[in-house]
């Protein structure tokens, strides 16, 4: 094994820190950015002289800057990523909601289609066809599809 100096450890240890910010950044939610950012930390204190391996003061000095790295990059992450919830809908949860036919929907076919809650669904209905325009609210869900009737 070929021993590192001071400059080449910490060298090292910023270029994979920046190679696991890349990945991060590919990849959000990779939880690569604390390691990261702790690697990059640790090189730059090795750059400037910091003995964090052979010295007491250098690792107790070491150990609290990667917890304050580590920290605040969890801080920073949890301003950055949204606080919502993706919005997840189900046929299932249409049932009572209204919406605009966009293509004719009658009872014998699915290929009529109906645009509810901003997207677009596959609908028949069971009474009499609803031309494209009108107004309709979901009754229920069969299989891949919502059963809809027009609204007066």
Do not use: C
């Not at 509810?116 to 596959?122: D, K, R, Y």
């Amino acid at each position: 094994m070929i021993p590192l100096d001071g400059a080449a450890l910490g060298w090292m240890l910023i270029v994979i820190g920046a190679m696991l910010l890349l990945v991060e950044m590919h990849s959000p939610g990779f939880f690569a950015a604390v390691p990261a950012t702790v690697m990059i930390v640790l090189g730059i204190m090795v750059l400037l002289g910091i003995d964090i391996y052979n010295s007491g003061w250098g690792a107790i000095v070491g150990v609290t800057a990667a917890i304050i790295a580590g920290g605040m990059t969890v801080w920073v992450y949890s301003k950055i990523t949204p606080n919502e919830s993706p919005t997840t809908i189900s046929r299932d949860s249409l049932v009572g909601l209204e919406g605009i036919v966009i293509k004719e929907v009658d009872a014998d076919t699915l290929n009529g289609k109906v645009k509810v809650a901003s997207q677009e669904w596959s609908a028949h209905t069971r009474g009499a066809v609803i031309p494209a325009g009108k107004k309709v609210r979901v009754i229920s869900s069969e299989g891949v599809h919502i059963v809809v009737e027009e609204v007066a």
